[in-house]
């Protein structure tokens, strides 16, 4: 008698989800799923990201919104092949030259927008912290955590 076994990386990747649904799986995860302390880390992360609508006539808040919007695009991309793994954090390395960008524009910013200015010193502090987490997140992945660790 034959069975057919598949292994959890093949059952995985035949299951076939689409975009949309990856995209609101992944925010589940973050937002309902996590341990506490890691999903109100998920939801400020998420909230002060999300700001950047609030000061969309700025060109750091576009460059914001895009990166945003690439870097989920791909993590719902590796969300569908592979699931919640370490490796979703990776998609974050565009914030490293937008990060810098910022950074280097603060002084150049002009007065009379202090909550503009708040939310950029914020954006670039929260997404620095999200940067080393996502860091020890990927040396984890490399030294072999690289199954789903949260499923829907």
Known sequence: MRT??????????RSGIGFMRAVFELLGIVLVRFRPVQR???????????ACLLF????????????????????????QRKRFIRL???THIIWVPMLAWMALRLNTLPEGEPAFHAWLV????????????DTWDALRF????????YLW
């Open 4 to 13: 057919n076994v598949l292994s959890s990386e093949q059952d995985i990747s």
């Open 40 to 50: 109100m880390w998920g939801a400020w992360l998420i909230a002060v990201n999300g």
């Open 56 to 79: 969309i006539t700025h060109i750091e808040a576009q460059i914001a919104l895009a990166a945003v919007g690439m870097a989920l695009l791909a993590q719902a991309l590796i969300y």
């Open 88 to 90: 979703l954090g990776v």
């Open 122 to 133: 914020i954006l670039i502090a929260t997404n620095a912290v999200s940067l080393a987490i």
């Open 142 to 149: 490399m030294r072999g955590e690289d199954q789903p660790h």
